[in-house]
């Protein structure tokens, strides 16, 4: 592997994860069936590589790196003494890799849809509280993706991942918009932290189109968005 084909992978691969899935893919390997052991000497060469080149490699890298191992191990172990176990010691990464398979696919999705809300230009340019907002309304929208990139990466990261793939996007963000207004509706002060409006044990897609919903009421300035400090907690409240 050359240093100019390792760069690009560099840049295109967000963490170990990702990398896994791209060896699986050249691989053609079923992603329910992982071969360990070639995989892990896959994924340890092209460390191997990274170190040689000096480049960087982040911690996350050498912990999956040390899963692998352990994965490897275990099955290895589990081969020795004929155990039948139910569960398969890979279980636990395939889960965790088709659940970032659905993160970047909702990444990709909210990708097209915010290209589609940028084209939106507002058609009357007299002097009125929409002119007043647009300033207020690009900061709110940033304070909103750095919250959703802080969710979206605690959440792919997380032990309990989803081993069911959605195949059907079945929430509207009109739909979502309602349920946003009822929980502010019913919060003190009409307020609610944007953590705790996205928390729960949803499916991506509904937490996706949550975000979109959220995006379009700051728009429509149906709520605004507020962090009374530079580390505070980052609020939702209802505007009008």
Do not use: C
Request: net charge negative; hydrophobic share 40%; charged share 30%.
């Amino acid at each position: 592997m050359s240093s100019d084909n390792l760069q690009i992978h560099l840049d295109d691969f967000d963490g170990p994860l990702e990398l896994l899935l791209h060896l699986i893919h050249q691989s053609k390997m079923d992603i329910y069936d992982i071969n360990i052991k070639d995989i892990t000497e896959q994924y340890f060469d092209y460390l191997n590589q990274m170190k040689q080149l000096n480049f960087d490699v982040a911690g996350d890298f050498f912990v999956m790196a040390a899963n692998l191992m352990r994965i490897k191990s275990k099955m290895l172990l589990a081969k020795e003494t004929d155990d039948d176990e139910d569960e398969d010691p890979r279980d636990d990464l395939v889960g965790q890799l088709i659940e970032y398979k659905r993160f970047k696919r909702a990444s990709q999705k909210l990708r097209i849809k915010e290209k589609e809300r940028t084209q939106y230009h507002f058609r009357d340019r007299s002097f009125n509280k929409s002119d007043v907002m647009i300033g207020a309304n690009e900061f709110e929208v940033s304070l909103l993706e750095h919250a959703w990139d802080k969710i979206m990466r605690r959440r792919h990261l997380s032990s309990a991942p989803q081993i069911e793939e959605v195949q059907d996007w079945d929430f509207s963000v009109n739909e979502q918009s309602e349920i946003i207004r009822r929980k502010l509706d019913s919060a003190v002060d009409y307020e609610m932290p944007f953590s705790k409006l996205l928390s729960g044990n949803y499916p991506l897609e509904e937490l996706v189109t949550d975000f979109l919903a959220l995006l379009e009421m700051v728009k429509h300035q149906s709520v605004r968005v507020v962090q009374t400090s530079n580390d505070g907690e980052i609020l939702i409240r209802k505007w009008n």
